[in-house]
């Protein structure tokens, strides 16, 4: 390149012979035009010159001389985005190394005795089911961790089955391998808990260890929790709380509602008191003395003292019934009598799951009285507005004659409704107390050795009205005898007492309806129901309760063969579901506490008539069932709604045009 050419301009000013004021004064003053012009001359010579120092810039060589364009070497630049990438994974790979010589260095824990442990187990098991304990352990720190052990203290009732790493101390004792910086094992250990019903079992450990370079032996802990829920299976015990002297007293054991049964054959063993003994009919005897051979049972087989083995129990089994008695043979105070399951290993060792203990009133009667309140001896639960059934059963088990008996019912209760009495025969009511002598009952005018008889009564419970919140919900009954129309001092001339506890006022109503209170129509199609025409009706659930808080609460709906559910469903409370293979329309409330004194829900059926339903009232429902457990009681409600046809019974509005019949 040719070196640039430099235009040079130059200014000529006159000089003046006189510099006076006189003289300034009489110079000519520049006009815009001159100005103008050269402000023009003074901008291009100052751009010039900053162009000549940016090329001398660029041609100049280290040593300050001109380049020479010919001989140099021209680089061309990377694109925008090479570079940028180059930069990015230069800072990825500084990053990384950052973060490596961090977790190396730093994040890893200079505290040696910051070793992690966790026990897992399951929240709840039933008795003998199986399952598996996991031990997990960590080393965040940046020591490695030498001579583990790992010990475990086993809830009481717990049956080791296996474990994932053989123990080296009996079955609870475990010498670890070391444990490196950062590194994690687990241990899994297999077995059974065999415990009664809502136990709940504790399981520990403790993993002792000394960091490398250390003398010091650290420890650390940790625990976990497992509930038994029961055997897999509904245990009972029917009793009379009065025991006789010298006599055969009875008791049932019931079991039922069989599950799972992961226990396999059990146990049935007795703790008595002194001078008492207890029988159990074996399999062979009840066989003997039953008429059904066919129907499943259980096995009973004596193992030994006061012990019988119990095999068969499985799902396929309905209620069993094994009645036992015993006798009690010196006067005893206080007497208790405990009734257990329990398994037993071939080790010898046994494990209770179930337990009952009594505490009868022992009694020294020859004349033995008997209360049952329908067909149970027992205390049990009740409704209100249901009818109770009173057998009082006498029996004369000594040598001597009764004369001039007097038997009294006491039954105490602000429920009960003594307008309702009913008496098989006759008596003498006295406030809260009914009386039988021989003028109503002939036979209580000598009861002979061996000499039996029952007297049969019934009354109602009232129905529970608002403003009964606050009154004793239970109702308490017995008998006592006298003779030689006198009353016998003392307890040994009373019968068992029973308490029925009431159960909370559960109620459902069902309303199946074309028009709703609002007179609006909520149904569709024909009314009366056409054949082959669909005509659609909501079906409306209420239920009430006030008394105890319920739990497992459920009502349902079987749909006729000819009635489709139309799932429009809403409610307030819980879910509604539909089953089309039982054809079940399942409202699921759960739990249902007092404060909850109503729950609503609604849903859609529908009705297509055939020609064979012509003139027919069709049913739309047979009646909805709902059931509850009360938590008080601890009894299952189940109440029952009546059916329900075409003829819309709770629908006023649809009855002034609908007969129910199909046209």
Do not use: C
Not at 7 to 35: H, M, N, W, Y
Not at 313 to 319: A, F, M, P, T
């Amino acid at each position: 390149m040719a070196e640039a050419k430099k235009i040079k301009k130059t200014l000529r000013i006159d000089q003046e012979k006189s510099s006076g004021l006189s003289a300034f004064v009489e110079r000519p003053v520049p006009t815009d035009k001159e100005v103008s012009s050269f402000e023009r001359v003074v901008g291009r010579e100052m751009r010039n010159q900053e162009i000549d120092n940016n090329l001398s810039a660029i041609y100049t060589d280290k040593k300050g001389g001109l380049m020479n364009v010919q001989t140099m070497k021209i680089k061309h630049r990377q694109l925008f985005i090479i570079r940028l990438f180059r930069n990015l994974l230069i800072f990825a790979l500084l990053l990384g190394a950052i973060y490596f010589t961090y977790s190396y260095f730093f994040d890893r824990t200079n505290d040696s005795s910051s070793l992690e442990i966790k026990i897992s187990a399951p929240e709840k098991v039933l008795a003998g089911e199986e399952f598996s304990y996991k031990i997990e352990y960590h080393n965040p720190s940046k020591f490695a961790l030498t001579k583990a052990n790992l010990e475990i203290q086993y809830p009481e009732n717990f049956i080791l089955v296996g474990s994932s790493i053989a123990p080296q101390n009996g079955n609870y004792g475990w010498r670890l391998p070391d444990i490196d910086p950062g590194a994690s094992a687990t241990l899994t250990i297999t077995g059974k808990l065999i415990n009664k019903a809502d136990s709940v079992n504790i399981i520990s450990g403790r993993l002792s260890y000394v960091p490398l370079n250390y003398s010091s032996q650290f420890k650390k802990e940790a625990s976990a929790s497992t509930l038994v829920t029961g055997p897999g299976f509904q245990a009972d015990l029917e009793y009379n709380n009065t025991a006789f002297l010298n006599q055969d007293n009875t008791m049932t054991l019931i079991i039922s509602d069989v599950a799972n049964n992961y226990l396999g054959d059990f146990n049935l063993t007795f703790s008595l008191p002194e001078e008492t003994n207890v029988s159990v009919a074996s399999s062979s005897e009840k066989a003997a003395s039953s008429s059904d051979l066919t129907a499943k049972k259980i096995t009973i087989t004596k193992s030994g003292g006061v012990s019988w083995q119990i095999s068969g129990v499985s799902q396929e089994l309905g209620r069993q019934e094994i009645p036992f008695s015993y006798k009690i043979g010196a006067k005893l105070d206080n007497p208790e009598i405990s009734v257990r399951l329990e398994k037993k290993l071939e080790d010898g060792q046994s494990y209770i799951f179930w337990e009952k203990t009594i505490k009868p009133t022992l009694v020294k009667s020859d004349l033995n009285l008997t209360l049952f309140i329908n067909g149970s001896k027992n205390d049990n639960a009740i409704n209100f507005g249901q009818a109770l059934n009173y057998t009082l059963s006498y029996d004369n088990k000594g040598d001597n004659t009764f004369k001039d008996v007097i038997i009294m019912a006491a039954l105490s209760g602000e429920f009960l409704d003594f307008n309702s009495l009913n008496m098989e025969k006759p008596g003498e009511v006295r406030g809260n107390t009914i009386i039988w002598t021989k003028n109503e009952i002939p036979e209580l005018a000598e009861i002979k050795p061996g000499q039996e008889g029952e007297i049969n009564f019934s009354l109602n419970l009232l129905a529970f009205k608002d403003g009964d919140l606050g009154k004793n919900l239970s109702v308490t009954s017995y008998a006592q005898y006298g003779v030689n129309n006198r009353a016998v001092k003392g307890e040994d001339n009373k019968s068992n007492t029973v308490i029925s506890k009431i159960n909370s006022d559960l109620s459902l109503s069902e309303q199946i309806r074309y028009f709703n209170d609002d007179n609006q129509p909520v149904g569709s199609g024909p009314l009366p129901p056409k054949v082959g025409e669909k005509t659609g009706f909501k079906v409306y659930w209420v239920v009430k309760n006030n008394l105890h808080e319920l739990t497992e609460t459920r009502a349902v709906f079987t749909l006729p063969s000819n009635v489709e559910f139309d799932e429009k469903t809403s409610t307030n409370v819980g879910t509604i579901n539909y089953d089309p293979n039982t054809r079940q329309i399942v409202w699921e409330i759960g739990r249902l506490p007092v404060s909850v004194y109503r729950a609503d829900a609604e849903f859609g059926i529908s009705v297509t008539p055939t020609e064979n339903d012509r003139n027919k009232i069709l049913v739309l429902s047979p009646g909805s069932t709902i059931s509850a457990t009360d938590t008080e009681t601890k009894n299952v409600i189940t109440k029952k709604t009546g059916p329900k046809t075409t003829k819309l019974e709770d629908d006023d509005i649809a009855g002034m045009s609908n007969s129910g019949r199909v046209q």
